[in-house]
């Protein structure tokens, strides 16, 4: 259920709300638009009794949402989402367009330091790089653990970059809550759902990449997991499913992204890297993801590939990247979006 407010209702009013709903037990979430807040219900079984909130001041209308996924459904929130980093320009979901780029897993300092002073000189305003890794193999790297997360901090002093890594199980993601600005939940991780609460009780936006096999309908109701916790700040990511076809490492659906567009405000951005697994084949669908509306692009970048411990054949190369921003600026335009270059850090948040 929804409580669409008038346009005129006061904070007063919106509060009163979503004390009534706290009352009858369910759990209300504020949805502030351009024009006016909406108040999402969710805890219920069935249909809320609408009369009483209709009776309340300020309140235009209350309507049933049928979508099984609420709070990440467009009949919720009209406008996209913007995602902001607070002392930054950076966002994800705007006009802008959102450049994440770095290693698979963060190996030393030396490895990650020289990636993050490349793509930072190119205009990257996120840097990936995974700390905790879920490998196929259990004798496979696994991630430095809390070191790696100590150096992505040290990154983010140095260069302004904003820190994206993966949590894969509760107490990575304290960790990485407490030392990133995005967590990454995996493929993998898509639908383990106690996870996805936990994240959604954390205050730090989350990247959820697309599961092997997830249908829309599941990946938005992932989204909703963490959301009906309270975190509205969810970024989807493409990241290629399993398919027969075996030139690549998984099939790239950017069909998906004009279809979450429909449904869903919240951002999409597309892994090129995960998606084909062959760093000839990024370059080609970066430019593929953006001229299909998808809000950034989240990508593997190594200076020595061929010796990198985890995903080296889908890593690309530092002036690769470069050439990426340079394509992707050119594009952008065309859809209506803008590539930023670099990060702007307020003198307080540095
Ligand atoms: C990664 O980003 O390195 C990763 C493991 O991604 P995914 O969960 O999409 O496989
Ligand atoms: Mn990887």
Redesign the pocket.
């Known amino acids: 259920m929804l409580v669409v407010m008038k346009a005129q209702a006061t904070p007063e009013d919106i509060q009163a709300v979503c004390d009534h709903i706290a009352q009858m037990g369910f759990r209300a979430h504020p949805l502030p638009g351009a024009q006016r807040t909406a108040i999402g219900i969710t805890g219920n079984q069935g249909e809320v009794e609408r009369g009483n909130l209709e009776a309340l001041s300020g309140v235009a209308e209350v309507i049933r949402v049928s979508k099984p996924y609420k709070l990440a459904s467009r009949d919720v929130k009209e406008e996209d989402t913007v995602i902001r980093f607070a002392g930054t320009d950076a966002t994800i979901g705007g006009p802008e367009l959102a450049m994440i780029a770095g290693p ?1 897993s963060i190996e030393s300092r030396e490895q990650a330091f020289a990636i993050a002073e490349q793509v930072a000189a190119s205009g990257a305003q996120f840097f ?1 790089g ?1 700390a905790f ?2 490998r196929t193999s259990p004798y496979a790297f696994q991630g430095l653990g809390l070191e790696g997360l100590q150096i992505m901090a040290e990154i983010r002093t140095r260069f302004g970059l904003r820190i994206v890594t ?1 949590a894969i199980d509760n107490e990575s993601l304290e960790m990485a809550a407490e030392w990133a600005d995005v967590i ?1 939940i ?3 991780n898509m639908q383990n759902f106690s996870l996805l609460k936990k994240a959604g009780r954390q205050r730090k936006p989350v990247l959820l ?1 697309r599961g092997l096999s997830a249908t829309l309908e599941e990946f938005l109701m992932s989204a909703e997991y963490v959301m009906s916790e309270g975190n509205y700040d969810v970024i989807l990511c493409e ?1 290629g499913v399993r398919t027969f076809a075996d030139h690549s490492r998984n099939t790239l659906d950017l069909s998906i992204i004009p279809a979450v567009k429909r449904l869903s405000h919240l951002p999409i951005i597309v ?1 090129p890297s ?1 998606a084909t697994g062959k760093r000839n084949s990024i370059l080609p669908m970066a430019r593929a993801a953006i001229a299909s509306g998808a809000d950034g692009i989240i990508v ?1 970048v190594h200076n020595h590939p061929d010796q990198a411990l985890s ?1 080296g054949p889908q890593s690309i190369y530092p002036d690769q990247f470069a050439r990426m921003m340079d394509e992707l600026e050119q594009i952008a335009p065309v859809v209506e979006r803008k590539l930023p270059r670099g990060i702007r850090i307020e003198a307080a948040a540095k």
């Open positions: 698979c990936r995974g890794k879920p993966e990454q995996g493929a993998r990449k990241r892994d995960h593997e995903d």
